[in-house]
């Protein structure tokens, strides 16, 4: 059975496992106490919460402790942040799909093919090979020297809009939501509140995404995400840049001899 551990369970991390689990790999993921995934009907870091979760038919499930006997067709989900069960699993590849967009804290030392999602991973110091994220590069690209296109800071393009789609917390604390995902919505309607403060949409459309009401927040963290094209939008399909990112990993994995034991269907 080929064993791939992706650090990280949030939306780009679970359309890699999504893809992988399609194509008969085991997959454990390893997450934060405190996800704080936004278009959680696309994060498998939903298990954390919920214990269990489904994206696209695929289910994933919160792990009670480290030595679990791989269970096939699952994405299995450990709350585990720096990775301590990494060796014990003795995986094939490590994915860090963390997307903390600067060069992340290490991972336990391993053996395995080493794969980074985005920028901050440079290949030969941090990682064996990056997948670009930028759809304004090459996005899914297989890097194999240097580091990927560097974080804009601006959020990428959905049905013509970028920063008006986010919403962020005025303040620390929990959402208290009024919206769920999926509802529609008008632009300055109430989505929710944090810590007895509005927090309201800058635009007309679909939830795409609200955080999980028991996530601590800090000021400023984002906590929703409007969908511009409205009625067409699906919040809980898998974007085609999630699909395209989850091709460079299956590229990478293939290239260096890993491949499924099974297919996963």
Known sequence: MSRIWIQGAGELAS?????????????RMAEVANPLAVRRLVAFSEAVY???CVVEGRVGKLLAAQDTAPERGLAEVLVDPRGAGLPAYAPHAVIDARMTKKRPEP???SSALGIGLGPGFR?????????ETHRAARLGEVIRTGEAAPNTGTPGLVGGQTSRRVVYSPVAGHLVPRRAIGDLVEEGEVLGTVG????RSGLAGRVRGL???????????KVGDIDP????????????????????VLEALLSAG???TAVGR
Request: hydrophobic fraction near 35%.
């Open 211 to 221: 955080v999980h009401h028991r996530a601590e927040l800090s000021a400023g963290e």
């Open 50 to 52: 919920e214990g269990r």
């Open 258 to 260: 890993i491949v499924p």
């Open 107 to 109: 991972l336990p030392e």
């Open 15 to 27: 359309g890699v496992a999504w893809r992988l689990l399609q194509c008969g790999y085991h997959v």
């Open 123 to 131: 290949c030969g110091r941090d990682v064996d090979c990056i997948i």
């Open 196 to 199: 007895g403060q509005e927090v």
């Open 229 to 248: 094209r409205g009625q067409e939008a699906d919040p809980s399909r898998i974007t085609d840049k999630g699909l395209a990112i989850a091709g460079g």
